[in-house]
């Protein structure tokens, strides 16, 4: 069974940095894509940011030049890296994997809390 569990989400200051992780345990192979996603209180969830298997990256306009998406391969890791925070970046943040047969798996999320 594939578990996907972010770490990483705290409460900082606007101007501050975070840096999330998603760890990948279980049987996961074929990756196709790797995402972040978030959602505000009141707020629809939102793409944040997404990487494809070949490396290409897209981000949510609100985060361009701020957040950056990598990813370890060899751990099955997927990171987000978060600069230059604003409160309207407060959310829950989740990772999504799409992977082998179309198979989707979600994490549970991590609270990102930023104040002004």
């Known amino acids: 069974q594939v578990q996907l569990v972010e770490s990483g989400g705290e409460s900082v200051q606007a101007g501050g940095s975070l840096r999330l992780a998603c760890a990948a345990s279980?049987?996961?192979?074929?990756?196709?894509?790797m995402a972040w996603y978030r959602q505000a209180p009141g707020k629809q969830r939102e793409l944040v940011a997404v990487m494809l298997s070949g490396g290409s990256t897209n981000y949510t306009d609100s985060v361009k030049g701020r957040f950056t998406i990598s990813r370890d391969n060899a751990k099955n890791a997927l990171y987000l890296q978060m600069d230059s925070l604003k409160p309207e970046d407060t959310a829950v943040y989740s990772c999504h994997m799409i992977w082998g047969h179309w198979y989707d798996s979600w994490g549970r999320g991590t609270q990102v809390t930023v104040s002004s």
């Open positions: 279980g049987s996961i192979w074929n990756i196709k894509t």
